[in-house]
């Protein structure tokens, strides 16, 4: 026969077991939840970080696709407008080689009311070349020469000028006129076109 201290060993004994099996088995469910909770987490984690890295990359891709076309497009742009430019120069240097043959006609004869031809008698004087080459900005060229002789580069040193000498006559004739006027024109309408080529350019590139 157990005795009493016996009995009260053995229940004891019995709640601990029994205490520890319910602990261990909690222990051991929470344990199970904890690892699939921290596996669902780390697998959201991971879904979520390659969503936006898949997102990053299509935003990459679609910005280096519109920085491309935007490319092609200022290239196409930029080759149209050159050779626009390209035509317009061609048609300035046919236009001023029409225009240089047509001065010797237009400069050597004139005709009266009846139609009879004049030989063309049309003094310039010094000043009024010195006046005109100054108004080219070319001040300094000889006033003996117009700028179209002298090249347009005003190297050609100015004499030192006497009294009266500027209302003597000087050897410019019309043609001479003419044809520096038919070289300032062609050169004026060639700023003109890079201008309008640039400015072309410039609104044909805008996005």
């Known amino acids: 026969m157990f005795s009493a201290v016996s009995l009260k060993s053995l229940s004891r004994v019995l ?5 520890s099996g319910i602990w261990w088995h909690g222990y051991t469910q929470g344990a199970a939840r904890s690892t699939e909770r921290c596996a669902a987490t780390l697998s959201q984690l991971r879904e979520t970080f390659a969503m936006q890295e898949k997102q990053r990359a299509e935003q990459a891709a679609q910005a280096l696709n519109a920085l491309q076309q935007r490319f092609t497009h200022q290239v196409k742009v930029a080759h149209q407008a050159e050779q626009d430019y390209l035509n317009r120069i061609a048609q300035l240097r046919d236009k001023t080689r029409h225009l240089t043959r047509r001065i010797d006609d237009v400069t050597q004869h004139w005709q009266d009311e009846k139609g009879q031809a004049h030989t063309v008698a049309c003094v310039f004087t010094r000043g009024f070349v010195q006046h005109y080459n100054a108004a080219l900005g070319l001040s300094d060229v000889d006033g003996s020469v117009p700028a179209a002789a002298a090249g347009g580069t005003g190297n050609t040193t100015r004499s030192a000028e006497t009294p009266g000498e500027r209302h003597t006559p000087s050897p410019v ?7 520096n006027i038919t070289d300032n ?4 309408q060639v700023w003109r076109a890079q201008v309008n080529g640039l400015l072309d350019y410039i609104e044909g590139s805008q996005p």
């Open 15 to 19: 709640v601990m077991a029994l205490l």
């Open 173 to 179: 004739t019309q043609r001479d006129i003419l044809a």
């Open 185 to 188: 024109g062609q050169q004026c």
